[in-house]
């Protein structure tokens, strides 16, 4: 007599894939792989701005110039060869953090004299066909870099554009511009004449008065700009005369040339007055 037994149902697999479906550590990885909507928002404006091509041109000496902030740059090295990394004159290097600290090194370097030396990052990675990023923190910014090996392409000297170094160029060319051409006049120093003189005080009393043979030009503080300006009175004959003139920021502009002239403001005790002699008369 054959005895058959039932199949006993598959009860303990089940129990204990609700056990490892239940457990702290399941939980946790099911967790960090889900993302948000604004996590996901993040991770793309991320990927976006790592993998954005920015603007990279040549410097002296081979250098590969990045323009900072633009994008991450990428740096590329290879193995038994060194990447020079430099940073801007005079920085200070606080940190240096590597996401692969056993495969990439990165050793300090320095140039250039005390007082205005730069920092040189010399990275050195282990072996080809890596990747990690390098967070470089500085006394003037913050560098995010990404780190490259391949098995013999390299940049061997790799440097920064700043654009607030720009913009202080910039500024130094309108200063010398501004320097070199009177306002208003819109011709160069050389051709104007300074041979004004001033009498009288006043709280807006005028910085210079000059004259381009056609046009008088009087300059006050800056300080006057958006207030009233004092009313002007060319003398002739010994008397008085309003002439027409207009203001434009600081500057007084009188349609032709003034020998003699009078500005005043206010009435009374509280007036002030200043007298403009051309030639010093």
Not at 240 to 265: E, T
């Amino acid at each position: 007599m054959i005895t058959r037994t039932r199949p006993v149902p598959a009860v303990l697999p089940i129990a204990a894939a609700l056990v490892l479906a239940t457990s702290p550590l399941f939980l946790a990885r099911a967790s960090a792989q889900s993302v948000s909507a604004n996590e996901a928002k993040g991770i793309g404006i991320s990927g976006q701005w790592r993998g954005s091509r920015g603007l990279v041109t040549k410097g002296s000496d081979g250098k590969v110039i990045f323009l900072f902030g633009e994008v991450q740059p990428s740096v590329v090295c290879s193995p038994l060869q060194v990447c020079d990394i430099e940073l801007q004159a005079g920085e200070v290097v606080r940190d240096v953090l590597v996401g692969d600290t056993v495969r990439w090194k990165v050793e300090p370097a320095t140039s250039g004299a005390v007082g205005g030396q730069a920092i040189h990052l010399i990275i050195k990675p282990a072996e080809s066909n890596l990747v990690t990023s390098m967070v470089v923190t500085t006394s003037r910014r913050t560098y995010h870099i990404q780190l490259k090996s391949t098995p013999t392409q390299y940049m061997a000297r790799v440097g920064f554009e700043y654009p607030e170094d720009v913009s202080t160029k910039l500024a130094d060319v309108n200063a010398r511009l501004e320097a070199s051409t009177i306002p208003g006049a819109g011709v160069s120093a050389e051709q104007l004449n300074f041979a004004y003189s001033l009498s009288g005080s006043a709280r807006w009393r005028p910085t210079r008065v000059y004259s381009d043979g056609m046009k008088t030009y009087i300059q006050f503080p800056r300080s006057i700009a958006g207030q009233d300006a004092p009313v002007l009175f060319v003398v002739s004959g010994g008397q008085n005369r309003i002439v027409n003139y207009r203001m434009k920021d600081n500057m007084m502009v009188v349609d032709y040339q003034v020998d003699k002239a009078v500005l005043v403001s206010g009435v009374g005790w509280h007036q002030e007055k200043i007298t403009i002699n051309r030639g010093g008369r």
